[in-house]
């Protein structure tokens, strides 16, 4: 039986004043993000420029995780403040990028923040597509953002492999570029998976894998372009979600996944299924993402937080067309 995370005790978000995101265009121009129940989808809404992000720290206040306070360290409010939370709403960025954020209320004031589970740019305008009202299976945490789900076999220096949850620090990883790496720390997170947070399936085969690899939507695939070549390398590292057809590459939604990543002295290559993709790249942005106990942690032992991105191109949506994408698919065993 596999072994159960159990909750923080406490992490971190980001939360924008209701006000600083506003419908532009539609049924409720002028009107803050506020409850589905009054939300009206086809609304567009766009983050105000100079809106800035407030540290919103959380704790469960007792068994129930939609059950929420304020815990120290927060930017809003005091320690002990109930939080509610409201609604979720699903926005659309205008190249496709869904952002789910979730409406919630700070008790002590009735004021209503915004908090975002992706980041949302200034000046952009996002279209409502659907909210709901049942916000209790969403737990706010800070999801690490290039993991692996349990289960996913990891290539060995000695040709084995081994399910990510029974690697720990100091085991030794082969990577595309150096070669046997120790593992220098193991990131764990146990969320819902809906939305945002639902995992992306590589089914058997698609890119030379003899299992489905089963990934977290932003972290991203490694492939190394023989042929026709998107950007101006031969090596591309492309978002997980990016690669979805709704055929061999799927997003999976329900019940509950465990992600795992590993981070290494260097921002690696590693073989998960046999497909080359990345390790978690630990820098500033990446740790401020982080679980504040976690976060400490790896500064703890990545002091200064220089890490920089493995050499390549990186494949975003605009790069990846229908026909770019189908080339890639089609051309399995890449290494």
């Given at each position: ?7 923080l ?30 939300c ?15 540290k ?6 007792g068994?129930?995780p939609?059950?929420?306070c ?29 952002v ?5 209320r ?27 009202g049942d916000?209790?299976d ?13 289960g ?16 720990a620090p100091?085991?030794?990883?082969l ?13 764990k ?30 972290h ?38 465990d ?8 921002h ?18 990446t ?37 770019a994408?189908?080339?890639?698919l ?6």
């Amino acid at each position: 039986m596999p072994d159960v995370l159990r909750p923080l005790p406490a992490h971190m978000a980001h939360a924008y004043e209701a006000e600083a995101l506003r419908v532009v265009s539609g049924a409720n121009l002028g009107d803050p993000i506020t409850v589905a129940a009054l939300c009206e989808p086809g609304d567009i809404y766009r983050l105000s420029s100079g809106a800035v992000p407030r540290k919103l720290m959380l704790r469960p206040e007792g068994s129930d995780p939609a059950s929420l306070c304020i815990a120290e360290g927060s930017e809003i409010g005091t320690p002990g403040d109930a939080v509610a939370l409201l609604s979720v709403l699903t926005l659309m960025a205008p190249d496709g990028d869904q952002v789910e954020t979730v409406y919630v209320r700070h008790d002590a004031t009735r004021l209503g923040y915004a908090l975002p589970l992706s980041p949302m740019a200034p000046r952009t305008d996002y279209t409502l597509i659907s909210s709901r009202g049942d916000a209790g299976d969403i737990r706010i945490t800070d999801v690490i953002c290039t993991s692996f789900a349990a289960g996913t076999m990891i290539s060995l220096p000695g040709g084995a492999q081994r399910p990510i949850e029974a690697l720990a620090p100091g085991d030794e990883v082969l990577t595309r570029d150096h070669g046997a790496q120790p593992i220098r720390w193991v990131g764990k997170a146990t969320v819902r998976a809906i939305g945002g947070f639902a995992p992306v399936v590589i089914a058997a085969g698609t890119l030379g894998n003899l299992a489905d690899l089963v990934v977290s939507p932003h972290h991203r695939i490694f492939i190394y372009q023989r042929g026709r070549r998107l950007g101006n390398t031969a090596e591309l590292l492309v978002q997980a979600r990016y690669l979805v057809d709704g055929d061999r590459v799927e997003r999976r939604e329900g019940g509950f996944v465990d992600y795992r990543c590993l981070v290494f002295d260097r921002h690696e290559i590693i073989y998960a299924e046999g497909i080359p993709a990345e390790s978690l790249m630990v820098n500033e942005a990446t740790v401020s993402r982080l679980p504040p106990e976690l976060a400490d942690e790896v500064r703890a032992r990545f002091p200064g937080l220089s890490q920089s991105q493995h050499f390549g191109t990186e494949a975003g949506r605009e790069m990846l067309d229908d026909a770019a994408r189908a080339a890639i698919l089609n051309r399995p065993g890449r290494r």
